[in-house]
T-cell receptor, first 117, second 110 residues
Framework: NAGVTQTPKFQVLKTGQSMTLQCAQD?????MSWYRQDPGMGLRLIHY???????DQGEVPNGYNVSRSTTEDFPLRLLSAAPSQTSVYFC????????????????FGQGTRLTVV | RKEVEQDPGPFNVPEGATVAFNCTYS??????FFWYRQDCRKEPKLLMS???SGNEDGRFTAQLNRASQYISLLIRDSKLSDSATYLC???????????FGAGTRLFVKA
């Protein structure tokens, strides 16, 4: 049982390049989300999904796209990388949805350290 | 004003000390609350949920004060291995929107 798997762990991009950060979970969780973590800012929600085919914007969605074609996968796309997107990115998944707040522990991937030069 | 605010610290305490962290949240409709722990350059992991009546897990005690909109984490008998960043997490209406505080850094020294 791998949990949440993120790839790559490290990436350096040039300004204007595009790339996709991969995230996969094998726990059959409905809820998946992407965060970025910057010093002093905590984790900020980029996009999230409550199930296959359903995505929504979080706090800082500009410059990022997501899709959720399967329950397992939730890739994050940077369309045209900018230095302001230099950050550590975390994917998370959890079981709870809607009114079910009981078992809503979020499991995180190991993170992707992205540098845009 | 940030939706979730924490004292960034760092808190420097000797082994065996008791240390407490507070976290305030702005949305009175927030429904569930958690403390996560994050080690240096690692992903966050759930430390404990916070229940209305307060709850304890070994050396850790979490409390919620809905009237004043804050949660707290108390660590007793600190260990070197408790050195980490502690993140306050608040879930909004419907359970979908999850907001993280910026974290409080704790250093426990021998």
């Amino acid at each position: 049982n791998a949990g949440v798997t993120q790839t790559p762990k490290f990436q350096v991009l040039k300004t204007g390049q595009s790339m996709t950060l991969q995230c996969a979970q094998d726990m059959n969780h409905e809820y998946m989300s992407w965060y970025r973590q910057d010093p002093g800012m905590g984790l900020r929600l980029i996009h999230y999904s409550v199930g296959a085919g359903i995505t929504d914007q979080g706090e800082v969605p500009n410059g990022y796209n997501v899709s959720r074609s399967t329950t397992e996968d939730f890739p994050l796309r940077l369309l045209s990388a900018a230095p302001s997107q230099t950050s550590v990115y975390f994917c998370a998944s959890s079981y709870g949805t809607g009114g079910n707040l009981g078992n809503t522990e979020a499991f995180f991937g190991q993170g992707t350290r992205l540098t845009v030069v | 004003r940030k939706e979730v605010e924490q004292d960034p610290g760092p808190f420097n305490v000797p082994e065996g000390a008791t240390v407490a962290f507070n976290c305030t949240y702005s949305n009175s409709a927030s429904q569930s609350f958690f403390w996560y722990r994050q080690d240096c350059r690692k992903e966050p992991k759930l430390l404990m949920s916070v229940y209305s009546s307060g709850n304890e897990d070994g050396r850790f005690t979490a409390q919620l004060n809905r009237a004043s909109q804050y949660i707290s984490l108390l660590i007793r008998d600190s260990k070197l291995s408790d050195s980490a960043t502690y993140l306050c997490v608040v879930k909004g209406t419907g359970g979908f929107k999850t907001i993280f505080g910026a974290g409080t850094r704790l250093f426990v020294k021998a």
